[in-house]
Structures are given as structure tokens and as C-alpha cells.
């Protein structure tokens, strides 16, 4: 089945801008360890079911890690060879870090999955994988879905290792492979699809479809879906299409922390003369999308002041993108009437999960006292969208006195226990919230 896109569902209309904000994260460093980059030019084969040890089907070499993004290992190959999404490009195994259990093994991969316009395109990431013998079946995945940490290739997750997955230590201990995708634009080459709900869940289900393709005989098909801000997005956008978009996979639920639910709450309206944390993220977006189609207006969505800065957030991360504009009131940053735009109007709403059935059984977790995505918001999106649009149940649990950055952690037993019962096929047990 073609993967759908809200480029298609909007084809009338310029492509549009869209405004957005997820946690912020400071520019990764680079790992300076040494590698082994498997088959830098060829298409991965299977890993053999013992230990986990790719093959070498083309040549490979010892290249310091810090030399390979974007260069030798990001860098996919021209042309890009077809095959199905969620298929290897290429991998590397990498250095795991200290607190996992014996004889688990970290790898960075390069896989295939699709444009926004359809075409192939190489999307980077990591997969953790524990030791041992798996058990019947296979070992479960659990595919992380970051938050925003920017638009330049530098801010890619993997670029960091695995001290950038939140909960890592704990899923892998409890015998869980870790897919992590960095989405499309970071690491490998390519133009950022930020907050692109369809593009993003695609590129988080393939990457379970690559970790699989690692090693199909230890790894299982089944795959719950962990998301936070930006990845509670594409985390719910992952659960509409389960089924129709991968096909290798049995997606068994989804988990949404402080998911961006509709963009435009998080950009004030001007004329709104305060200050607002969200301005700075809402410019790298705007700018993000401006970079994916050449035609959209995004003189009439920012002000030329704004404008004038706007391209240097390109090279940054999104802590930068933040301070940047933190201290500028908003009716500087944005024209009045952006929001009245057609195109505008249109990606908007087509970048709203909720408005097509989920799939699977989905729990999402909410933050009290979080200012970037207010919970009154959330809540609205689980009463009026996913629980009427739903086909398995949907829960809401919101942590009291968590906040956007505390979220994830102060409910981490909760979303560990929800994935637990979700892996073992026990029942969801969720209530839509009345």
C-alpha cells in the first residue's frame, strides 16, 4: 500500500508551515571510540542467529566515530538501491555504554524508509539488543520516538550513543530490543520532517522493521511504540497506521508522553506582546518547512526580523533555538493572520492525530503542571479524538505535579508495567476518560 502523506492529502494547497515544540535538547558530542562499519557499500544481509555478529558481505573498516557523521557512514549510497521500507542500508556496531546486562550489543543503523513525496530515503538510528537466548518467539521491540532535538544532521540522537534513549537500561533489562530512529533529515542527509505526524510514524515503524532485519531469528516482530513530545506524535501517527504501512510488524500498543496534538497551540496568536518558551521551536519549524517546499510563504508567517535569524537555528540544536527567542515578544516574531492561511490551515490539520481510527491499544501520559503542552490540551485530544476515532481502547494518565521535562521519568514505572502487559498480550485494560 502507498504511504500516505499530509502532502497528499493537501495537494491543492501550497505546502504549508507548520509550528511546533517538543522538548529541548543541547548540540550531541561526538563518540570518539572506534568502530567496525559493516559493508559501507552494500545492503546488510541477516545477522546469524548466534551472538548477533553481522556478516561482511563488501569491505569494512576501522574509522573513528566522529569522522562518520555525515560522512562515510550517514552518507547513503548514490543511488540509493530500492527495497522495501524498513530494510538496511547499513550498520555498525557501537560502543554500548556501562549498566546494560551481560552480552547486550549496540548497533547504528541506516535504513530505508519514505519521503513525504514517496520517494526512498536512508534514515539513520540505533538499535539495542539484549543478551542471552531470546525468548519463543523472539525478543519483543520497543521503538523509541525522540523529542525535538533539532534540524541539523549533527543534532541526530545516535550521534550521542544509547546514554540518548530514556529507559534504555530498564527495557533492555527486561529483555526488550530498543529501536530508536533519528526520523528523517538528522544524521543522514536529507531535509528534517519535523512534526510531519505521517512521516515520522513511519519512519519509527520501519526502524522496528530494521532491527528486525538485524537478526529475524532472536528478533520478534512484535512492537510496542514509546514516543515523547514530538515522538508522542509520531507515536500516535505510528498507531493509525499499524498494519497498512508495515507489514512485518504486530504492533501490540502505543505509548504517548506529552504528545504535540495539534501544532498551532503551541504558537500564541499574536498580537500577543509577551514573551513565550514556545516561539523559538515554532521558528525552527517554520523554517523547516519552509526548506521542504521552496513555495511556501514563509515571509507572510514570520517577520523579517524573525526571518533574518531564523536560518541560523539550521545549524543549531534546540536548546539554542529556545534562547534564542525566548525574550521576544511574539507579535515580532510572527505576522498577523498566519494562522488564516490556507496551506497553513490545511497541514495543520492534517498533521492532528486522532482523526483516523487507532489501531492498537494506546495509553497516554500527561504532565499536570506541564507549560509546553498543557494538559487541558492532551486531554482534549484523548476525549474528542482518539477515543471517538478508536478501535481499541484508549487511557489517560496524568502525573500531578509533573512538568514537560519530568514527565517521562516520573511516570516511567507506569509506561514500563503498561508495555509489560502490552508485550505479554494481556488485556489493555483502558477506559476513555469521561
Known sequence: MARWTWRARVAAVPLTGVLCLASGCGAPAHDRTAATVRSPDAVAAPVPAAGLVPPTPGPSATVPLDELAPGLFYRPPTPLVPA???????????PLGTGFPRGSRAYRVLYRSRSAAGTDVA???????????????????????????GLA???????????????????????????????QGLGSPGTPSYLDGPVEGADVLDAAEAARALDPARISGKVVVLGYSEGGQAALFAGQMAGSDAPGITLAGVVAVAPVADVSELAPLPPARHADPATGFAVMAVWAWSEADPGFPADRVLTRSATRIAAALASGCSGAAAARFAT???DRVFEPGWSALPAV??????????FAPLRVPTMVVQGAADRIIPAGETRRLVVDRLCRAERDPAAL??????????????????ILAWIARRIAGGPARARCPR
Open 328 to 330: 521576544i515578544p511574539v
Open 153 to 183: 544532521v549533527g543534532c541526530a540522537p545516535s550521534l550521542q550513543g544509547t546514554a540518548s534513549i530514556p529507559l534504555v537500561h530498564r527495557l533492555v533489562a527486561v529483555r526488550d530490543v530498543v529501536a530508536a530512529t533519528d526520523y
Open 123 to 149: 534514515v539513520s538510528g540505533m538499535v539495542v539488543v539484549p543478551g542471552g537466548t531470546p525468548p519463543p518467539g523472539g525478543f519483543p521491540v520497543v521503538a523509541w520516538a525522540h523529542g525535538t532535538t
Open 345 to 354: 490551515r490545511a497541514a495543520l490539520d492534517a498533521n492532528r492525530p486522532g
Open 84 to 94: 522495501p521500507a524498513g530494510s538496511l542500508v547499513r550498520w555498525q556496531t557501537i
Open 397 to 414: 494518565d496524568v502525573v500531578a505535579g509533573a512538568t514537560h521535562d519530568s514527565v517521562l521519568g516520573a511516570a516511567s514505572g507506569t
